[in-house]
């Protein structure tokens, strides 16, 4: 596509219960990043996708977040028994590869935990 | 380890006049650096970097940059603010691998307001 599609743009979940954010890339970006943004803070990594394969997912706060990369595109973040502190808008970002290029980011997920 | 200070969590300016965001970094290897401006409720859109060659690059919205590696800033200016500037800008770094892995270490940014 044109841009980075992020998905849903909102969502509102009870804490305890899992959650499915979605990122589509540009088309032919082989570098996918996810990053976290908390209210008024700066942006958190979270983790890297090249290709599939994900070769850094130091930034993941824990064992319930999880995320996975399929056909070089597509990649779902996924938030398990979710707490009051996920709440934060959830970036995503795509890239070409190589240092050089910067990153492409979606408008990003804005995810309450009520 | 790389990191992106920026000065002043906000700024604010009167419409028309100077605009100047701060920021430096700590690099060990010679960094790619970059600049990004989000309006509410949006992404980040990429204002400019700087890679190699030219270290005062110029971006989109009369933005401009300049590297000065002797004092490690990359502070961003624009010549005369205007209220469609209000927004937050984030300064950002990263390796220069050729090919490989582009992690970028973002500022906490900085809030700006123009008042006319």
């Known amino acids: 596509g044109a841009g980075v599609s992020q998905s849903p743009s909102n969502k509102v979940t009870e804490k305890g219960k899992d959650v499915e954010l979605r990122c589509d890339p540009i088309?032919?970006?082989?570098?996918l990043y996810w990053y976290r943004q908390s209210l008024g803070q700066g942006l958190e990594f979270l983790i890297y996708?090249?290709?599939?394969?994900?070769?850094?997912k130091s930034g993941l706060p824990s064992d319930r977040f999880s995320a996975e990369r399929t056909g070089g595109s597509v990649s779902t973040l996924t938030i398990q028994r979710t707490q009051q502190e996920d709440s934060a808008v959830y970036l995503c970002?795509?890239?070409?590869?190589?240092?050089?290029?910067?990153?492409?980011f979606g408008s990003g997920t804005r995810l309450t935990v009520v | 380890a790389q990191s992106v200070t920026q000065l002043g969590s906000h700024v604010s300016v009167s419409e028309g006049a100077l605009v100047l965001l701060r920021c430096n970094y700590s690099?060990?290897?010679?960094?790619?650096l970059f600049w990004y401006v989000q309006y509410p409720n949006q992404g980040l859109q990429l204002l400019l970097k700087y890679t190699t060659g030219a270290t005062l690059v110029k971006g989109i919205n009369g933005f401009e940059a300049e590297f000065k590696k002797s004092e490690t800033s990359f502070h961003l200016t624009k010549p005369s603010a205007h209220m469609s500037d209000a927004a937050e800008y984030f300064c950002?770094?990263?390796?220069?691998?050729?090919?490989?892995?582009?992690?970028?270490?973002f500022g906490a940014g900085t809030r700006l307001a123009v008042h006319p």
């Open positions: 088309s032919g970006h082989t570098a």
């Open positions: 690099s060990s290897v010679p960094p790619y």
């Open positions: 950002a770094v990263s390796h220069g691998f050729s090919g490989g892995y582009n992690k970028l270490i």
């Open positions: 996708f090249q290709g599939n394969s994900a070769p850094d």
């Open positions: 970002a795509s890239s070409p590869g190589g240092a050089s290029y910067g990153y492409t």
